[in-house]
């Protein structure tokens, strides 16, 4: 049985940091593309950024530059780095095996003063 299981969300001031992790049981990441995705209450789900298998990433254009995404296939696990955070990116952030359903539970950052 597959399961991911984010952790590392939280609140946070603007400007600040948190680090998201994303560890896989029931399947080899290292034979997939990981994606991170977020939903803001009252949006659809939004791509955050993409890792392919090779370590190749892309990034959704309002995080470029603040948000780095990492995959460690040894561990089984994706991480997502977000630095000078903003109040508009605060959501739920979800954790996929690309082009699957499968998907984390979700771990909610939320960027307030």
């Known amino acids: 049985q597959v399961q991911l299981v984010e952790s590392g969300g939280g609140v946070v001031q603007p400007g600040g940091s948190l680090r998201l992790s994303c560890a896989g049981s029931?399947?080899?990441?290292?034979?997939?593309?990981m994606r991170w995705y977020r939903q803001a209450p009252g949006n659809q789900r939004e791509l955050v950024a993409t890792?392919?298998?090779?370590?190749?990433?892309d990034y959704e254009d309002s995080v470029k530059g603040r948000f780095t995404a990492s995959r460690d296939d040894v561990k089984n696990t994706v991480h997502l780095q977000m630095n000078s955070l903003k109040p508009e990116d605060t959501a739920v952030y979800y954790c996929?095996?690309?082009?699957?359903?499968?998907w984390g539970q979700g771990t909610q950052v939320t960027v307030s003063a």
């Open positions: 996929q095996v690309a082009f699957t359903d499968y």
């Open positions: 029931g399947i080899i990441f290292s034979s997939y593309f």
């Open positions: 890792i392919t298998n090779r370590g190749t990433i």
